[in-house]
């Protein structure tokens, strides 16, 4: 897949006129590499990454990680944690997924660094039409 237009993640919508960018493509050669992210032509304002710095996904992101005792749930280091989302939710009817902090606790995971990179060279995140 070397054309990025096909990509899954060509556009991010949100709930505005703004368009969310976020490439991601598995580089064949490098299969058992981690993840290759490539964003294009997207200033930093307006990126998903840019939506991670709000305060609602601050408050969320403090509950999960609360809940999940501040460690990995696979290896239970306490080291670079982030919060992973184990599927996407696109709405048709607005054309648009959902905020990073709209989904229900149950779909949220706490990751270190490491489990979160090698999840996502494994298995890709599906996306659920509603």
């Known amino acids: 897949m070397n ?4 990509s899954r993640y060509r556009h991010l919508n949100f709930k ?9 493509q598995v580089d064949k050669n490098l299969e058992k590499a ?14 998903y990454g840019a939506l991670l710095f709000r ?4 408050i969320k992101r ?9 460690s990995c749930v696979i ?8 919060i ?5 939710h696109f709405v048709v009817a607005r054309n648009e997924f959902k905020l990073p902090w709209e989904y229900s606790d149950n779909l949220l995971i ?10 996502h060279s494994k298995y890709k995140v599906p996306i659920i039409n509603f």
């Open 110 to 119: 706490t990751l270190c660094e490491s489990c979160h990179r090698r999840g």
């Open 55 to 58: 305060s609602e996904w601050k």
């Open 75 to 82: 290896c239970n280091s306490a080291d670079s944690l982030q």
């Open 84 to 88: 992973h989302h184990r599927q996407y």
């Open 3 to 6: 054309d990025l237009t096909q």
């Open 34 to 47: 981690n993840l290759k992210t490539i964003v294009l032509d997207t200033p930093a304002h307006g990126t």
């Open 62 to 70: 403090e509950e999960i990680l609360r809940r999940d005792s501040k």
């Open 16 to 24: 505005s006129n703004n368009v969310y960018r976020r490439f991601v």
